[in-house]
């Protein structure tokens, strides 16, 4: 399980709309109707830079686009793409084999597409006993794992990674609910979750069942979460959130 995580804002929803070849940009917050579930893919290039937490442009580091891995030596990137998914492009950042930036894109069709990707903070894991498997992703949000099944049998211990976002990270302008309508997405915050055994090998969440939130208070009007499904890299709309509540989530 690797997953990373959105708080969703607001929604607001328009009339359908055809899913055509045109520039992408969502009015925010507004919801455009995805009315076909074929995977549509254009060529277009991304250009742009790389930030770490200080606001500094960096250098030497690997981007990751549909499983392509490119070394980018200099502090610009450009790169063109021959299957860009308009359903979103993931780029991915790492340095000295870590992440360190993610975001996802609706990318235009036979363009230059600028992108600013601002790095996150390392993750911190911690060893729990499965009896015992809670973490505090910040003061809004706890994840319990004490009834979650896994697909691996016998588990008796998680190691759990995780990294609580700066929500000023914005990783994706948009995202999808269960009916394939695009969502514009105001984030109120973004976390990071993976979780592995003892000897590190990656522990799969059983497909029925369910993770547990633990939701405190929450800025009014957050009402939704949403979850970047590694297999498609496109980010899917969960569950409702309330404040200070405990909701159930089955994950893609």
Known sequence: MKRFFIFLLTLMVIAPGCYENIDNTLPDPDIITQTTEVCVCVTTQISGSVENQQGETISDYY?????????IPSDYFLIELDEAPKKGQTIRVSKDGNQIGLRTELLVENDINHINI????????????????????NKEISVVFTDTEFEEANVENINITYIDIDPTIKLTPAGYNKESHLLAIDSKGDFYLTLNDESSKKLNVDPSAQVNLIIEDLEEGTNGLFVLNEDTDIWELVSDVTANSETGILLP
């Not at 981007?63 to 070394?71: E, H, P, R, T």
């Not at 601002?118 to 992703?137: F, G, P, R």
């Open 63 to 71: 981007i990751n686009v549909n499983g392509i891995i490119q070394d």
């Open 118 to 137: 601002k790095t996150h903070e390392v993750y911190s894991t911690v060893l729990k006993e499965k009896s015992n498997a809670t973490v505090q992703i």
